[in-house]
């Protein structure tokens, strides 16, 4: 369980030091705190501009880092779908850089909009399936893998519910 413990800090790490870097490379006079704090002031990070950073850091397509975008953007999804599909367009994403993207709608349970992101990805029609049925909530949903506790990081990062910690909290190994 020590194993699980050190994923963890390290996808606490991860988002803790992303926030300078996008901060810097926005162009903006965001606090280096705006996206680890998000929750506070959603406002001050235009979607876009993330997207585009993300993008440009190749963060979109790396597998060590798109769990916890998962879960960060299912809560974006889940606030106003409209908006983050307009920032999508605007970011010009494509391939398979949707691919998170396609997956936080889904876990938004935003089937329709899964599965026009799915489309443009090159996905086996084993993972169209996939996102053509209801999801499992991110609070409710087993926790099998090292994903799945950055993806509860992720949607804790964006929406401050502390309900994303006390779940990764339930699964660590406590010699209680």
Known sequence: MIVRRIVVLIAIL?????????????????????????????????????????????????????????????????????KLLRAIDEASLSGKELFPLALAFWHAGDLKDAASLGRKIPLPTKGMARLKKAPPSLLAAKISEPGHLD????????SGDTRYVARVIDVLDRPD
């Open 14 to 82: 991860l988002l803790v030091m992303l926030a300078p870097g996008m901060a810097a490379a926005q162009g903006t006079q965001l606090r280096e705190d705006s996206f680890t704090y998000y929750y506070f002031a959603p406002e001050q990070i235009k979607t876009a501009e993330l997207l585009r950073w993300l993008s440009g850091q190749h963060l979109l397509t790396d597998e060590n880092a798109v769990y916890p975008l998962i879960g960060f953007f299912t809560i974006l999804a889940q606030g106003s779908p409209e």
């Open 151 to 158: 993806q509860l990081w992720g949607a804790f990062i964006a």
